[in-house]
């Protein structure tokens, strides 16, 4: 093993990473910030490039997943271009469109992938759904708000049994459920391998040939973080500028077909644009990791790293934070992991720096070199990628420069500067929702994303942005004094890890600060010392949970330079976020508004200071170490 002395980082492994110059200037008060490397041509449809690989190396395979034996099963660029030919065909009897599109309620798989191929070869809208609106859900008010939204005209499900509830209580009885095991039953049924009976024809040809760079691919909802989802209509231009906004940025993807192991959810545009998107458009493999970054989900992640050696790594940080821990103790995954990567890459939350530099320490000692950590802004308005971090900075919030083909706005709004986007990748609007879509844009055309960004240094704005919060979750207290969210929230799951998943900052028109806090119970269950059989509310009240608390609580107020950025308590939660409630989106991330809305008895208690799970500022504790 080559070791790199401890004072001494070692190198980054050699990858082809892109330096951007950027222009920058200044109008009344508004900054514009622009990639001076022009969006280079690019395919008018992304599905050309699946035709291009078909023909280029029609055997490559190009996803591949695990079948029942635990072997993979693989589908190559031929095949699938054969396959999605056919669907296209069939889909296009049942008389679908825009006002009509395809649902896709169930999750990755790969009939799941040709049916959505299927429809945007037939210039067929498709939807995916999150399988929670559907699995997850009492109440299926998300599902069904989707449903009404999108009037489809068929749906797909892998397996109809868990789905057959709320398929029953969303949809019509005269909608059609294509399904790959078992059939729904009360409604018109199709097997998928019907769909693969015949092969594709001139019909199916002529419809690819009538799609173009404004034709909608797919509807994709956005989290509903503040709001109902709202239908982003995606363009094949979108996709495929952002696609090529990547291969610019980062060339390494052009140079060795990618190699990705990847769970992320395709109803998301993080894992169904960007990472899906990544391999097709590159002529790469796509391994599908049916694990989950969790306690008990990240086995499968681990036995798939432990066959395929990715070139490139993306996850949330979550999952690296899962990964780094196994990597640690593990010689052969280390072994398989560092085999071929060039690069890792988190999105949708802030990267702990600890985790960081845990994975810098064991790629240094593996392999004598570290891998270069990217991570940027993007959205699923956005296709989703704005900019990367590219930029000479290496650090939490740091989210970079402008992608090629991306102009960046900063427009000051309520004491921040909120980011605005324009370019081919930006969505022409909202599907079916004209006045939301008319409030996401300003009057020069730019997205107004809600998200803060200021420049990482004032007088060297080259050097790129930072984060500052979403415009959206601040404000006052009963003083006036106004409270800045984003960033006190980001430090206190930084500075958390590995305990706290995430904080909600309490509250609107209160004297001072507080913050309920969704902690990560496998891990305080672990530092209390407590088995399985004690509760959640057992293992928070211990005495190692509430003292390794308290002493972040103190370490978070040292430098609170008064009430807008001190909390006075703090109070552990043990019911998690509910989705029904809206309380958590389907990536994930809390929605503030909605926990303190359902949450409201509970905060005036804890304001009263009359709760068990109260732990204040002054306790004393505070000063333990942590």
Known sequence: MNRQPASAPAPYRPVSIAHPAVAVSERQGILHIRNLEPLAERPARLLDRLRHWAAECPQRTFIAARNEQGGWREISYAQMLTDVRAIAQSLLAHGLSAERPLALLSGNDIEHLQMALGAMYAGIPYCPVSPAYSLLSQDHAK???????????????????PFQKA????????IAVISVRGMASGRPAIDFASLLAQPGGAEAEAAFAATGPDSI???????????????????????????????QTFPVFGEEPPVLVDWLPWNHTFGGSHNLGIVLYNGGTFYLDNGKPTAQGFAETLRNLKEISPTAYLTVPKGWEELVSALEQDSELRERFFARIKLFFFAAAGLSQSIWDR????AEQHCGERIRMMAGLGMTEASPSCT????????????????????VRLVPVDGKLEGRFRGPHIMPGYWRSPQQTAEAFDEQGY????????????AQPELGLMFDGRIAEDF?????????????????????????????????????????????????????????????????????????????????????????????????LAEPPSIDRGEI?????INQRAVLQWRASLVDALYRGDHDALLRADAKAAGAPA
């Open 143 to 161: 599902l069904r708000h989707v449903c009404d939204v999108l009037q489809p005209g068929l749906v797909f499900v892998s397996d109809v049994t």
């Open 167 to 174: 398929i029953d209580a969303v949809l019509p009885a005269d």
């Open 217 to 247: 691919a797919k509807f994709l909802f956005t989290s509903g973080s503040t709001k109902l989802p709202k239908a982003v209509v995606t363009t094949q231009r979108m996709l495929c500028a952002n696609q090529q906004m990547l291969l």
């Open 359 to 362: 994975l810098d320490r064991i």
């Open 388 to 407: 990367f971090t590219t930029g000479p900075l290496s650090q939490a919030g740091y989210v970079g420069l402008p992608a090629p083909g991306c102009e």
């Open 447 to 458: 997205y107004c994303s809600g998200d803060a960004l200021k420049l990482a240094d004032p």
């Open 476 to 572: 006052k207290l009963s003083s006036g004094v106004f409270v800045s969210v984003g960033p006190l929230r980001n430090r206190a799951v930084l500075e958390g890890s590995p305990y706290v998943q995430d904080i909600v900052v309490c509250a609107p028109d209160r004297e001072c600060l507080g913050a309920l806090v969704f902690p990560r119970l496998y891990e305080c269950r672990q530092l209390a010392g407590l088995g399985r059989e004690a509760s959640d509310e057992q293992v928070l009240a211990s005495p190692e949970v509430r003292h390794w608390f308290a002493a972040w609580l103190h370490r978070l107020n040292k430098d609170a330079s008064g009430n807008a950025s001190r909390l006075e308590w703090i109070a552990l």
């Open 585 to 589: 989106t389907d990536k994930g991330s």
